[in-house]
C-alpha cells in the first residue's frame, strides 16, 4: 500500500504523465484500501483485553490432560518412569529455548510451570496468547522427542496439556508458589512411592493399600518403608523428590579456529560465554538455592 502511494505521488509530480493515468492509479488506491477495510472488521470490536498487569511475574502452568489413562496406557512405571519425567524435561527445555524471557521453569509429574520476567513484553503480554504458544511448543515437543526416550515403543494417541496463566506481584509471592508445586511434589511422591511398595513388594491389591495408607502421616509413610522394606526414603532419586527446575546460566567454552599464518595452519581457541538451560534437581522452598541463583528474580523495587 505505501509503494503504491509512492507510485501515485511520483506521477503527480512527473510532467508528460496523462492525468488520467494518475486517476487510474487513484483509483486503484481508493479500491485497494475499500477492500482492507471491510465492512466485516467491527468484528474485532469482540476481542477482550487480556493483557498481563505490568511489574509481575507471569505464571504459565501446564498440565497433562488425563495423564492417569494415558500413563497407563502407554505402561509407564510406577511409582516414576524416568522415560516420561526425561521427555517432559526436554518438552520444557525446548519451551525456555525458544522463549529467552522464561527465567524459570518447574516441573514435577505431569505438570510445568513456566516464569516470565516481569519486565517482559513479549506478544504485548496478552496471556491468550503466551498461554497458547506455550502449549502447543510444549507438546509438539513431547510428540517430537516421544522416541528419544521410549524407543520404538508406539505414540498410542497425541497427548493434551491444558494451560493458565497466574501473575505474582513480588518475589516473595513467586517463591511460595514455587515453593507450593515443591512441597505438592514431595506429598504426592511420598505417598506413590509407599501405596506402590505395598502393591509391588508387599503383595497387597491397590484397594487394600489405599486403605492401608488411610489417615497416615508423612512419618507414617515413612516408616512403612523403612520398617518393612528397609527403604530410606531421603535415598530415592531427588527427581522423584524435588522435581525439576530449570534455569539460564552462563557457561564459559572455548571456540576452536585454524587460521593461516606463514602459510602453516594454526589452531587458535578464543574463550567465550554462553547461555545454556540448566537442569536442578535440589531444595527450592529454602533460601539456598536463591542465595546462589540471584540473578534469577528482579529487585521487587523496580
Not at 24 to 33: E, G, Q, V
Not at 47 to 76: M, P, S
Amino acid at each position: 500500500m505505501n509503494r503504491l502511494m509512492q507510485i501515485l505521488n511520483f506521477c503527480r509530480l512527473r510532467k508528460g504523465v496523462k492525468s488520467c493515468a494518475v486517476r487510474s492509479l487513484a483509483c486503484l488506491f481508493t479500491s485497494t484500501s475499500a477492500m482492507a477495510k471491510s465492512k466485516f472488521e467491527y468484528v474485532r470490536n469482540f476481542e477482550v483485553d487480556d493483557t498481563c498487569l505490568r511489574n509481575c511475574y507471569i505464571v504459565v502452568r501446564l498440565d497433562g490432560r488425563n495423564f492417569h489413562r494415558f500413563a497407563e496406557q502407554h505402561k509407564f512405571t510406577k511409582p516414576n518412569d524416568n522415560r516420561a519425567l526425561g521427555l517432559m524435561t526436554r518438552s520444557a527445555r525446548s519451551v525456555i529455548e525458544e522463549l529467552e524471557d522464561i527465567i524459570i521453569a518447574y516441573g514435577q509429574s505431569d505438570e510445568f510451570s513456566f516464569v516470565f520476567k516481569r519486565t517482559s513484553t513479549w506478544f504485548k503480554r496478552r496471556a491468550s496468547k503466551l498461554m497458547t504458544l506455550v502449549a502447543s511448543q510444549f507438546s509438539s515437543s513431547y510428540v517430537f522427542h516421544w522416541k528419544d526416550f521410549f524407543g520404538e515403543q508406539p505414540l498410542l494417541y497425541p497427548p493434551g496439556f491444558d494451560g493458565r496463566v497466574v501473575l505474582y506481584p513480588s518475589n516473595r509471592n513467586l517463591k511460595d508458589y514455587l515453593s507450593w508445586r515443591q512441597a505438592d511434589c514431595h506429598i504426592n511422591n511420598l505417598y506413590n512411592t509407599v501405596f506402590w511398595t505395598l502393591v509391588q513388594k508387599g503383595g497387597l491389591t491397590t484397594v487394600q493399600a489405599e486403605d492401608r495408607l488411610k489417615g497416615t502421616l508423612a512419618a507414617d509413610k515413612n516408616e512403612i518403608l523403612f520398617s518393612e522394606f528397609d527403604i530410606n526414603y531421603n535415598k530415592e532419586p531427588a527427581v522423584n523428590r524435588k522435581g525439576t527446575t530449570l534455569i539460564w546460566e552462563k557457561h564459559d567454552e572455548t571456540l576452536i579456529t585454524e587460521v593461516m599464518n606463514d602459510k602453516r595452519k594454526e589452531v587458535c581457541g578464543t574463550p567465550r560465554s554462553r547461555k545454556r538451560v540448566q537442569a536442578y534437581h535440589s531444595d527450592i522452598i529454602g533460601e539456598d538455592f536463591w542465595d546462589q541463583h540471584s540473578n534469577i528474580l528482579e529487585d521487587d523495587g523496580c
